[in-house]
């Protein structure tokens, strides 16, 4: 990895890990709560250490992939959609474990597998092959979608 790229790529890796970090931070220990706990969840929701193994994939897959995103467009449109990226799914952690606003944390999650399948799609002409290093992220709030509006529909 270049110099150039290997600086972006540890860049991105800061920011989408703190972003993790400050979400967790957030959620003051939300998956632990009596609230969730006593949540009917939905049957396929995975086990907790799932959530730990696929954000550490999603985000050094993301990082990737807008350490080369970067090197191609540095626009300020890239900037923006990444930067509301890394606010929505840390808001989502406070709205949804912290607050117990459900139907709100519904709405953030939307928005956000919205702008995840934009990198995927929208950006592919610049990324060429490497759009696919988002599939993770993509196909992970597809998923926590799904579980937010169960839980949504049945509590």
């Given at each position: 990895?270049?110099?150039k790229?290997?600086?972006?790529?540890?860049?991105?890796?800061?920011?989408?890990?703190?972003?993790?970090?400050?979400?967790?931070?957030?959620?003051?220990?939300?998956?632990?709560?009596?609230?969730?706990?006593?949540?009917?969840?939905?049957?396929?929701?995975?086990?907790?250490?799932?959530?730990?193994?696929?954000?550490?994939?999603?985000?050094?897959?993301?990082?990737?992939?807008?350490?080369?995103?970067?090197?191609?467009?540095?626009?300020?449109?890239?900037?923006?959609?990444?930067?509301?990226?890394?606010?929505?799914?840390?808001?989502?952690?406070?709205?949804?474990?912290?607050?117990?606003?459900?139907?709100?944390?519904?709405l953030?999650?939307?928005?956000?597998?919205?702008?995840?399948?934009y990198?995927?799609?929208?950006?592919?002409?610049?990324?060429?092959?490497?759009?696919?290093?988002?599939?993770p992220?993509?196909?992970?709030?597809?998923?926590?979608?799904?579980?937010?509006?169960?839980?949504?529909?049945?509590?």
């Open positions: 990895m270049k110099s790229h290997l600086q972006l790529f540890i860049f991105f890796l800061i920011i989408n890990f703190g972003a993790l970090g400050i979400g967790s931070w957030l959620m003051n220990n939300g998956p632990m709560t009596e609230w969730y706990l006593d949540l009917a969840k939905a049957p396929w929701t995975p086990p907790g250490w799932v959530f730990g193994a696929a954000w550490t994939t999603i985000m050094i897959c993301f990082s990737l992939f807008m350490t080369r995103l970067y090197m191609k467009d540095d626009s300020t449109k890239v900037k923006v959609l990444f930067s509301i990226q890394v606010l929505l799914n840390v808001s989502w952690n406070y709205i949804f474990f912290n607050q117990h606003l459900v139907l709100p944390a519904l953030i999650i939307i928005l956000l597998t919205v702008l995840v399948f990198f995927l799609l929208g950006f592919r002409t610049q990324t060429k092959l490497k759009s696919l290093l988002v599939l992220y993509a196909i992970w709030l597809c998923i926590a979608t799904s579980l937010n509006y169960y839980i949504y529909l049945f509590n």
